[in-house]
């Protein structure tokens, strides 16, 4: 089992719509959890980082994490084209010394 | 945040020959990072560069193959050595800040290397 498990996608919505990207970790002592999205042929740049359990809302963008099901998301409100990205789920485990550890990303494609 | 530069950004390589992977940060950094992101793929860590003493090495990869310096807390290299076309992919530096330390972490472009 992965650490960090995310749905590939392509997941497609339309402009204005809201997308919702999910994501399951596997070590129950995870304390932190961090959304990047990474554009075709760029970097990844980080957009949100969650702690507690909860919603976290930052704009356009809302964070959400359970630690009870081990489960984060990542909500986008009024989806853009612009938003059409690889979006990665990361977590800093409870024995891996602060290291960070990314999903394999899910695509999400807004469609005009 | 952090301007972040790597070099080179893009090369092609000969099996078996090795290549060093720079990169300057443009200011003082505790945590650095190298990551890979084969094609189609997410990051995978390779090592943590620390300043002044050997890199800590995951799972998977050796010092052997991949050697990281830290001469200071704004530069890094890593070398892919004895390449082979396994090791065809993008190579990326990276710095953490912030409450999060590791986890906020800001990328350089990445260094995509094709191996022939």
């Known amino acids: 089992q992965k650490e960090v498990e995310q749905n590939s996608g392509p997941l497609s919505v339309p402009e204005g719509a809201i997308a919702s990207l999910n994501c399951t970790y596997s070590d129950r002592g995870s304390q932190s959890f961090f959304w990047y999205r990474q554009y075709s042929g760029k970097s990844p740049e980080l957009i949100m980082f969650?702690?507690?359990?909860g919603d976290k809302e930052d704009g356009r963008f809302t964070a959400q994490l359970n630690k009870a099901s081990q489960y984060v998301s990542l909500l986008i409100r009024d989806s853009q084209p612009s938003d059409s990205a690889t979006y990665l789920c990361a977590a800093i485990g409870s024995s891996n010394t602060g290291k960070l550890i990314f999903g394999q990303g899910t695509t999400l494609q807004v469609k005009p | 945040s952090a301007v972040i530069s790597q070099k080179p950004s893009r090369d092609i390589c000969q099996r078996g020959t090795s290549l060093t992977i720079q990169c300057q940060v443009d200011s003082q950094v505790t945590m650095m990072f190298w990551y890979r992101q084969q094609p189609g793929q997410s990051l995978t860590l390779i090592a943590t560069?620390?300043?002044?003493?050997?890199?800590?090495?995951e799972s998977g990869f050796v010092i052997d193959k991949f050697p990281i310096s830290r001469p200071n807390l704004t530069f890094s290299t890593l070398t892919v050595s004895n390449m082979s076309p396994e090791d065809s992919s993008i190579y990326l530096c990276?710095?953490?800040f912030g409450q999060g330390g590791t986890g906020e972490l800001f990328f350089g472009e990445g260094s995509r290397l094709t191996v022939l």
């Open positions: 969650i702690y507690s359990n």
């Open positions: 990276s710095v953490g």
């Open positions: 560069a620390n300043q002044g003493s050997e890199a800590t090495y």
